[in-house]
């Protein structure tokens, strides 16, 4: 599993508010997912060096992931998410 860093960052309530309900309506875990999507794609749109894609799953193909998440296989969902479609491209060119 790949080492994580933990920071502390302070917010205005009315932040912290929107983040949390972005949790209580089902769109991420917990707040830390939250927070690293929203770092990801700054620090991606800084870079230049990445492209975005945007993908649609199956709320039963989320739950997997997530389940991935919890038991460390995976740092965050997005990284399920990279991992997971790096080893389809694999399977993909192996295979005629």
């Known amino acids: 599993?790949?080492?994580?860093?933990r920071?502390?960052?302070r917010l205005q309530p009315e932040t912290a508010e929107?983040?949390?309900?972005?949790?209580d309506n089902g769109e991420y875990a917990n707040v830390s997912d939250v927070i690293r999507v929203a770092l990801d794609e700054f620090l991606r749109a800084r870079s230049g060096?990445?492209?975005?894609?945007?993908v649609e799953l199956p709320k039963a193909k989320v739950i997997e992931l997530e389940t991935l998440v919890q038991d460390g296989d995976s740092?965050?969902?997005d990284d399920a998410i990279r991992?997971?479609?790096r080893e389809y491209?694999?399977?993909?060119?192996?295979?005629p």
């Open 89 to 95: 491209v694999r399977a993909r060119i192996r295979s």
């Open 7 to 9: 920071i502390t960052v």
């Open 18 to 23: 929107l983040i949390q309900k972005l949790v």
């Open 83 to 85: 991992n997971a479609v």
């Open 75 to 77: 740092v965050s969902l």
């Open 49 to 54: 060096s990445r492209s975005v894609v945007t």
């Open 1 to 5: 599993m790949n080492q994580t860093e």
